[in-house]
């Protein structure tokens, strides 16, 4: 049943406000096989179920129709990227049928009324950049830059908010640092390189955007997780929990806001976005541990056993107000996107969803200018390093026939649209 104004709970949100959902592009396309991520995937161990996203959610061929139905669930906005691959699969060659892609892949979302969020470039590299050395060599911006003007000048009347590279400090970290992406770790002597190679060429795109698209609204992406000391009695375990929080969010905000960054990892040139792309990964318990400098000693552990567990972040709302309120005083409007259910139980979904949106709700009323949520993924998809068992969409797609069923949460999040807020029959039914 669809709940009425009457039936809101507290917290109400602004007419304007983005809702929607996200996907990026080698996760959910399929047949993208000319990046360092498919070259990755072939290898027997990488990924845990042993799939590949050869057919991933299929989104290349179906994409009309995942559009469509986006629509008819109330989304007013929608985040994708683009492949870098697919557009330019040599150095210095775009393929004018990828081009042609993405442009209606742009005009559809406008006749379905969804405001596009567009990442230029999201985890995966073209093979050819990948091998070159990716982002440790020199020419990296330089490169990316190529890549950025060609794509602004064919697809820049059809968007007008852009996000360069999403999750930059999960390449840096995952790939380079810690070798659990491609290019699978570089010698720490090259890590401060990487991380200035990343944030010059975001800054380098900026500049080019705002001159290809002078009504262009550039984002920052911004990776948050929030980190208790597993010991909070310990200065170890609590100073790890403090680098983490600044190393996932804080120092990307505050250096592009402040310009103030670590001495080492100070980019060419200065990063002045427009708004946040805050990615909400979740909670993480970490404690100090003097054997994992690839990690930045930095451990992540069970809250009460102390046992270490995969460093991946747990998928709770409780951390996303705190995140929120460390990017507040930067003084720039937040779309959040991720806060994403890992698990296949929808029920729980439903009700993380519930608690996330609240947890938006409180933010804003603390002060946060939070001007939209899109939750990740919109489709069960490929999750990187889970590959296709982990199913984390809004929408549940059959292997086989490909065919696309919203669950629960796909029409309670419709709900919460239509309303403005948190129903108070949702509220009640999950416990927020």
Known sequence: MTATPHDKGAGEFPREFLWGAALSAHASEGCNFHNDWWTWEQRPGRIRDGSTSRQAAWHL??????FALARKLG???HLFSLEWSRIEPEPGVF?????????NVLKTLADNGLEPLCALQDVTLP????????WTQRRAPECFVRYVRAVAERLGPYCRRWIPIRRPITQWRFGYMEGRWPPGGVGPWRWPGVFRNLSSGQAQAEAVLREQIPQAQIGLSVECQTHAPFDEESSWDFRTARREDHLWGGMMARGAVE?????????RQDLT??????????SVTVRFHPFRPRRWWAEPCEAESGEARPSWAMPTPSGLEDALERLTGSGLPIIVTGCTWSGKDDAKRCSHLVK??????EAMESGAQVEGFLYEPFLDSFQWLQGLSQRNGLVYVDRDSLT???????FLLKEIIQTGGIPRSAAKRFGA
Do not use: I
């Not at 061929?61 to 995942?66: F, G, I, L, S, T």
């Not at 996330?356 to 709700?361: D, E, F, P, Y």
């Open 61 to 66: 061929r179906y994409y009309a129709e995942d």
């Open 259 to 267: 310009q103030r960054w670590p001495l080492m990892l100070s980019p």
């Open 75 to 77: 989304h007013n906005a």
């Open 95 to 103: 393929d004018e049928e990828a081009f042609l892609h993405y442009e």
């Open 356 to 361: 996330t949106v609240k947890a938006l709700s």
């Open 127 to 134: 093979r050819w950049f990948a091998e070159a050395g990716g």
């Open 273 to 282: 976005p427009d708004f946040l792309l805050a990615v909400y990964a979740g």
């Open 404 to 410: 696309r069923t919203p669950q629960n949460s796909a």
